[in-house]
Every structure is written in C-alpha cells, then in structure tokens.
C-alpha cells in the first residue's frame, strides 16, 4: 500500500457506511438519484424507466462491490481450497430482485422508491434475464452458486458469456418460432469487465515431439488460431451474509497483435474476417437439451471456457507461492456433465507440457482435482466427439487421451482379467466404421468422484451407463440429490406465501429448509387453511391476468391450475398430458352435463429448433387448445394454455399459482427434475411417476400427498424386453383409440390429416418413452386429483403438509453434501466492518 501512496487506514475508510453502502431508505433514495445522475447522465423529469432500472441495479452493486472485495480480501489471506464449479451453462434470471431479497434490503428499496414515486416491482420487470442455459443443467449451476455464497464457502464459478443466450420463443399459428436473444443490448450493469484477465487460447494446427539438449522430450504444438478469453466477473451475493462469490464468464476475442501479418500483405478483409471468427467462439448458446449435434464450434466454445478458467485457476494458485504440483489443494473442480470434461486433458496439457511435470505426476494432480456429476440417462445424450473432428480442433489434446487411454486400459486389463467387452466399454476411445471419443469415460477416468443426481438416477447409473465403471471404482461413486433455492424460488417469487409461512415459524427456514416442519402443526389450524387458501388464489388471479394478457385466453381462477412446465421432450411426455385433456373433452362432448371439475391445463416449454417431434408437441397442445377452448359445450370448465418462452422470469410467476404440478416422465428416464421441487415448494400438488427426485419427494411428503401412476423404471425394462406392443394398447382401450384417431383424422387441425401423422406414428408403432402403456394409469389418477380437489379445505391441508415436508429439497442441503463429502472444503466467514453478516 505504501508503494502506492496509500496508508491503510485510508484503504478501510472505504468501508465505512456511506452514500455507496448504506442499507437504510435514506441513504438509497441518495444514491438512486445519484446513480441517476453520475451513471445514465440523467435527471428524474427526463429519466426513463431503463434509466431508473439502471440507476437502482447500480445502487445495489455498489454495495455489492463492498462485499465482493472483502471476500476476495479475506480468501487471499488464509490457505483455504476453493470450489471450482465448471459449468458451459448458468441460467441465473434476474439479478435485481434477487440481490435485493439476499442483501436483506428489499424492503428498504421498495420504500425509497416509493418515496420517490416509482414501484420497485416495474422497475424489477425492466431487466431482461441473462438465458445463458437450456434448462435444469443450467438452472442448477444457478441455485448451486447462491448456496455456496450462502454457506460462506469460497467459490468461483466459471462459463460461457454468450452473446446470445437461450432464443426467445414465440408462438406463432400454434407453431414455435425462435427469434435471437440479444440480452445485452441494453447493456448489464451486473458485470464488470476485467479486461486485464485474458488468456490465449489455442485451436487447430500441429503438433511436433523433439528431445531437447538435456535429453528430454518436447512438445510444440503450433495452432492455426489463437483466440483471447476476457474474463467478465459477477458478484453472486449470499442471504444475508457478506460472502460475496465470483462468477466469472469468458469472452472470445481477437488476440491484441491480431494477424497483422494479413494486415502487412494488405489482405483487410481476411483480418477482418480472422477477428469474427474469434468472436464467434461465446456468440451463441447452443439450444440443445439432452440432444446431441457434434458441432465443432461446440467443442470449440468447451475447450475454450475449460482452458481460460484453468489457466486462471493455476494462476491464483502459483500467485499464493503454491507449488504447481500441490495445485489440488487450492482448487476442487467440479465438472457440471462432461461439457467441461476435455478440462482433463487440458490440465494434463498445462502440467506436462508447460509446466514440466512428469506424466504420473500430472496424473496424479489431475485425478485429486476433478470431479464429475452426470445428468443424464438417455444414451442417446452422452457426449461423444468424431476422432478426425476433435484431432482438428485440439491435435494435441487427442495424443493427451491416447495416452491416458494406453495407460488406463493396461491397468483395466488385468483388472477385468483380459474382458474384451468390458474393455471396450471402458475405453475412452470408441471404434467403429468411425472412431469417437467418449467424454462421459474420460471424465471417469479423470475424476476422484463421480455422481448422479437422484438417488433412484445413481442407481441406474451404476447398474446401466456407468456399471463397468462402479465395478472398477465403487468407491468414486455417491449420490447427490439435487436440491433448488429457496431466496429466488420462494422468497423472491412468492412474497405473500413467505410471509404467512414466516408469521407462523418466523423466518429461520429460508436458510434452514428443514425448518419448514414446524408448519406441520399448522395443518388443521382452519384461519391458517383459510389464509393458505388465499394466498393461492390470490396468485391464481394475477397469474390469469398475465395470461389473458399475453394469450388472450380468460382462465378462470377457481379451476384447478394443472402446471407442466419445462422443455419440450418426448420422454417428459407432455403428450400423455394432452391426452387427458382430450379424454376429458370427450367425456363433455359425449355427455354434456357430466360432472367435470374446472381445470386450467398450462403449458410451457422450449423445443429444441431441430427437434421436429417436439416442436409438433407443441402444435398439437395449440391445436388442441383452440378446439376445447372455444367449444360452448365445454362452457369454460376445460381451459388449455400454451404460455410463450419459458425463462426464468415467467416461471417465478406461474410456479406460485399451480395446484398441480405434473411430473410424468417416464420412469428411469428423467435424471432427477428440478421443477417438481419449486412447485411443491410453493404448495402445488404433484402428479408423478416414479422417476428421477419424484420418489424422494414422495417418501417425503407422504404417499397419501402425492398423485402416483405408471411404470416403475424396472417395468418399462421388462415390458420393453418381453416385446412392448404400443398397437395392442390402441386397440384395447376405446378412450384412448379415439384420442389418437382425433388426432390423426384432423379433429383439431382443420381436418388436415398430415400435420400429426409423424406423431402418431411414432406413438402406435413405437413409443419408445410408454405413452399408451401409461395412458389409463394416468388418466384414472387425475379423476383421483379431481375428485380430491373438491374439497379444498382438505387439499389446502394436503398443500401445507406437502410444503412443510419439503425441506430436504433446498439446494443449501446440497452444496453442504457436496462440500463435506466430495471437495472437503469448509466455510470461511467474510467480515465487514467487523460483523460477518447483516
Ligand atoms: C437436466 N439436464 C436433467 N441438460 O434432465 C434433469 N444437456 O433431470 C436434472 O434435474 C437437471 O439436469 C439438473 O441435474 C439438462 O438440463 C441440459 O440442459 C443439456 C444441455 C446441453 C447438452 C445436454
């Protein structure tokens, strides 16, 4: 400090409460106007919603900022192993509202705005979410990082800055239409640019071996491009704590001495062109969900992210005079799937090639750093690479897995005593009419610990996909059931539900999930039923309101909200779902004046763009939509809605407002799920199979909560293997044969018979995910739901039992499994201005 002219006292006088970290109403009605002036140039008479929006958000990263550095500060000082979670998606939503309900000044925000005559809730609708995931994956990572800030512990998440996040959906004749998502365009007052973090990234090119002058081999590897990664820091706050993480994004640009080589010669426009192709590499989120394309870009934006934040990470370890070798003892990194997965081969690269270790040396660091979670079952969604394709991108990455193949399959010979089957499915490298890399096996290999994210999800792991790697490494294999966040998916999302459930237990379960058990005995309690029935309604009414809004559909309010929202996939079967809708049309349409309890089926979902069966799921909800909706005979008791663009944003408003959740997934297929938690956490209902978290919520919440059917995952195995026979189940079953014919004979497609012919098809003489074998399990369970909800004092109890049952589910559970039991990393308090938290 002194070098720099500074004496410290003056350095802590920064984090005295001033204009720019004070927390009282007072002081953020200053700093408002202030940020309005000095930030967007701007007075209250011409400022703009966005000018206001943008002088808040920079309010609160001002005090932000405070505890981020005091973070830094505090991790630098003492020697504690941080958490690396690597992660090629955050689905993080909306900053604002969150950082406000973590700092604990929410409220105090709302006033000043108030008093300023602004609404914090317009103004917190202004921010346009940063979409950088596909679904659960991505989403996951988010709640992950809240957590860890949460428990104090030190945590640096790296990914992807994309230009573009997830597209926006619209819907257009009932079809999906995908349109760019510019998140930025307004600019992001979240992130902070350190333009001095940049590391160069090689791509393409060759390798050479030479023996140097003391007789040891070298490597030159000599790309065709070299790409540069920025690095874009966000403060992720915890609740009501000072932790203050870092999630750091990269950005590929053009290296600064940019091929002037092109420019010399003259050639502007290939210079031109070399920088776009740089910027290219974090332009665009790849909108694929458990899908794979193999696109080079996509390893190229892998390999990109994996060797900027190891680069980085080797950096802070050295720069705290570590040894190299020592470098597990700085960072536990965690793989999110094996998108980070070549990280293995990259740091085997780093150690061996530029730092000079020997290669079990390397090894040796490499597999007591890395760890892997797998979210995935469908085989067809494991991550493989074309050889030819991957030696194009990364030469000497492909000799680096060559040789940990060589090395791992000498050991696993004798090890499996010469079986050449287990051999092959443990190799890392696949053969056939073309060779592929397989990252699932070289995350195995590289990784101290592997796990699946739902208990019944590691099970099936280790007697399917990976059982040839439980036999060799039983001991590398846990379980680590998902859990989701609180802050944002209760607290943020649904105010009037917390107060009550806080007016009851006081506020201790919004850090202590488990807590939510004192509810219990609340249960019966008929001014509590009462006020919980309100609650719901009340969100019922504003989320109606948003969907006449935007679909022009009038729901009404009293009907039950029967919710499936998430990405649109076969093995999700929103189909099965439409199904019962048309089975329930039918009951009116045969018998007008049958007895029908009021429902609300809401939709919503992305398809993947080149996913043709979903992207008809999707025609075929809105088709149906249109005939039920209008029909007289059904007189508003059948509403069906197709909500546009799921994001983050509109699911914290249509979770609140759900009574029932549908969780109906084929069972062994969906790996864990994490929107059947934040629905049941806000007292919705679940409809399930036995599949993925849906078997631990239920053992949770209690059989008598919950809305099972179908087959368990050991009996789609068997119907499968005895010759499953979907026709059979066509023809046998007249509700369900005359579903399917409406569907084909263009009952609800203006009698054209093409559209869902596919569809059909794939259902009668395939269905590959038991859709017809599910069918009237399905739909006899939903006349239970019906005939339950007709008592709403008794569902409202159901309701609260369900909630108060619920607290394993918090992803606080979660991250404290994963640091005790797999990285071994403890909390480390932040202090500021002597206190650790508010
Ligand atoms: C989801 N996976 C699982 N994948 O489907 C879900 N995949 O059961 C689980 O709860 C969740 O992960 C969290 O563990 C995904 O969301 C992807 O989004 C994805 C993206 C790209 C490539 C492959």
């Known amino acids: 400090l002194q070098d720099k002219g500074l004496d410290k006292k003056e350095v802590q006088n920064v984090l005295v409460e001033d204009a720019r970290t004070g927390l009282d109403v007072e002081t953020l009605k200053k700093a408002i106007l202030n940020n309005l002036f000095y930030v967007q140039g701007k007075y209250p008479e011409i400022a703009t919603r966005n000018d206001y929006y943008m002088a808040l958000a920079y309010t609160v990263r001002d005090r932000l900022l405070q505890r981020w550095v005091a973070s830094v500060k505090q991790y630098l000082e003492g020697k504690h192993r941080i958490v690396s979670y690597l992660s090629a998606e955050y689905l993080l939503g909306p900053h604002l509202g969150n950082n406000l309900v973590n700092l604990g000044i929410y409220k105090e925000a709302e006033q000043a705005l108030h008093e300023m005559g602004l609404n914090l809730d317009w103004l917190i609708e202004k921010e346009i979410e940063p979409g950088l995931g596909n679904g659960g994956l991505g989403r996951l990572a988010a709640c992950y990082m809240d957590s860890l800030a949460t428990l104090e512990v030190p945590a640096i998440g790296y990914g992807i800055r994309y230009q573009f996040g997830i597209f926006e959906q619209d819907i257009r004749d009932g079809w999906q239409v995908e349109d760019t998502d510019n998140w930025l365009r307004r600019g992001n007052p979240w992130e902070i640019a350190r333009r001095e973090i940049s590391y160069d990234i090689k791509l393409g090119g060759y390798v050479q071996h030479y023996m140097d002058r003391d007789g040891k081999f070298r490597t030159i590897w000599t790309p065709d491009l070299i790409v540069k990664g920025v690095a874009y820091d966000t403060p992720i706050v915890g609740y009501k704590v000072n932790t203050t993480n870092t999630l750091r994004l990269w950005k590929s640009e053009a290296p600064n001495s940019f091929d002037f080589q092109s420019f010399n010669s003259g050639d502007y426009s290939n210079a031109v062109n070399q920088k776009i192709i ?85 090894w040796r660091v490499t597999t007591r750093t890395f760890a892997y979670t797998n979210h995935t079952l469908l085989p067809e ?40 089957e287990k051999i092959s499915s443990l190799s890392i490298i696949g053969e056939g ?135 649109i996939h076969e093995y999700k079967r929103q189909h099965l779902n439409i199904l019962h809708v048309i089975t329930l049309y039918n009951r009116i349409k045969q018998n007008p004046e049958a007895e029908i309890v009021p429902r609300t089926f809401v939709f919503a979902g992305k398809a993947a763009p080149g996913y043709k069966q979903a992207k008809l799921i999707i025609k075929l909800i809105n088709s149906v939509g249109e005939i039920v909706n209008k029909d007289p005979d059904v007189k508003g008791r059948l509403k069906v809605v197709f909500y546009p663009n799921y994001n983050v944003t509109n699911a914290q408003k249509i979770y609140p407002a759900a009574d029932l959740s549908e969780q109906i997934s084929t069972a062994g297929k969906e790996a864990s799920g994490t929107g059947n938690m934040k629905l049941s956490l806000n007292g919705a209902l679940t409809i399930g199979t036995l599949d993925g978290a849906n078997v631990e919520i239920r053992e949770c919440v209690g059989e008598e909560n919950f809305f099972l059917f179908g087959l368990t995952a050991e009996e789609v195995e068997n119907t499968k293997s005895d010759g499953y026979n979907p026709f059979h189940f066509y023809e046998n079953n007249p509700n369900l044969k005359l579903a399917l014919d409406q569907i084909s004979n263009g009952y609800f497609s203006h009698l054209d018979d093409t559209i869902f012919k596919d569809l059909i098809n794939s259902l009668l003489y395939d269905d590959q995910f038991m859709v017809l074998a599910d069918y009237q399990s399905y739909v006899d369970c939903q006349d239970q739901v019906a005939e339950a909800f007709k008592d709403k004092v008794k569902w409202a109890r159901m309701s609260i039992l369900n909630v108060a049952r619920m607290g394993k589910f918090s992803s606080d559970r979660s991250i404290r499994e994963y640091c005790d039991e797999i990285w071994k990393v403890k909390s480390v308090p932040v202090t500021l201005n002597g206190t650790s938290s508010k």
């Open 278 to 362: 740089c910027e290219n590499i974090s332009k665009v989120l790849y909108p694929n969900d458990e899908t794979r394309s193999g696109k080079v870009l996509r390893l190229q934006q892998q390999y990109f992210f994996v060797s900027c934040s190891l680069q980085d990470m080797i950096g802070i370890h050295l720069r705290q005079g570590e040894r190299i070798e020592d470098f597990q003892t700085t960072f536990a990194v965690q793989l999110n799937d094996t998108h980070p997965a070549v990280a293995i081969a990259e740091m085997m690269r780093l150690l061996v090639d530029e730092y000079d270790l020997e290669w079990v040396d390397a």
């Open 381 to 420: 969604a494991l991550e493989k690479w074309d050889m030819e394709l991957f030696a194009s991108v990364l030469p000497r990455h492909l000799e680096i897995i060559q040789e940990i193949n060589r090395r791992f399959l000498d050991e696993v010979t004798v090890r499996v005593y010469g079986d050449q």
């Open 433 to 567: 009419p073309r060779r592929y890399i397989k990252m699932a096996n070289l995350a195995c290999a590289g990784s101290f610990a592997i796990n699946g994210v739902a208990a019944l999800h590691t099970e099936l792991l280790k007697q399917t996909v990976l059982k040839d790697w439980y036999a060799l490494s039983p001991e590398k294999f846990s379980n680590k059931t998902n859990g989701v966040t609180p802050r944002r998916w209760m607290v943020l999302s649904n105010p009037k539900l917390t107060e009550l459930i806080s007016s009851k237990i006081g506020e201790n379960w919004i850090k202590h999930l488990d807590e939510l058990k004192n509810l219990e005995k609340f249960a019966d309690d008929p001014e509590f039923l009462q006020q919980w029935m309100d609650v719901k309604l009340e969100m019922k009414t504003q989320l109606a309101q948003r969907i006449v809004n935007r679909t022009n559909i009038k729901v009404d309010p009293e009907s039950i909200f029967d919710i499936q929202v998430k990405r």
